[in-house]
């Protein structure tokens, strides 16, 4: 059974920090693409950051230099830390996992190129 649970969502202030996590079961994470995406209220999903098998990364304009991606093979788990956060970031988060692609340099970046996700974990970005 391939899952992923993610976490770490919840309420902040702007300036702020989050840190999110996807947990993944009946796969090995550190073999495929994967990225964190995120989706807000009558907007188009999008992605935010992806990693390729050999580390190579994305990020969108709109939050490099504030976000990093990262994965911990042993743990078989995928992060997301994001610092200074601005209300622009509220969203429901969504990681995801290209599946059976062992993928080299620039990664995939779009919704439809990612096969498994996980559940969403909601970002508020408030005063």
């Known amino acids: 059974q391939l899952q992923l649970v993610e976490s770490g969502g919840g309420l902040v202030q702007p300036g702020g920090s989050l840190r999110l996590s996807c947990v993944a079961s009946?796969?090995?994470?550190?073999?495929?693409?994967i990225g964190w995406f995120r989706q807000a209220p009558g907007k188009e999903r999008e992605g935010v950051s992806c990693?390729?098998?050999?580390?190579?990364?994305y990020y969108a304009d709109s939050v490099k230099g504030r976000f990093t991606i990262s994965r911990d093979n042993a743990k078989n788990t995928m992060y997301l830390q994001m610092n200074n956060l601005k209300p622009e970031d509220t969203a429901v988060y969504y990681c995801?996992?290209?599946?059976?692609?062992?993928?080299?340099?620039?990664?995939?970046?779009?919704?439809?190129?990612?096969?498994?996700w996980g559940q969403g974990t909601q970002v508020t970005v408030s005063s």
């Open positions: 009946g796969i090995t994470l550190g073999s495929y693409p």
């Open positions: 995801a996992v290209r599946h059976g692609t062992f993928w080299l340099g620039s990664p995939p970046t779009r919704p439809y190129e990612y096969n498994y």
């Open positions: 990693i390729s098998s050999d580390g190579s990364t």
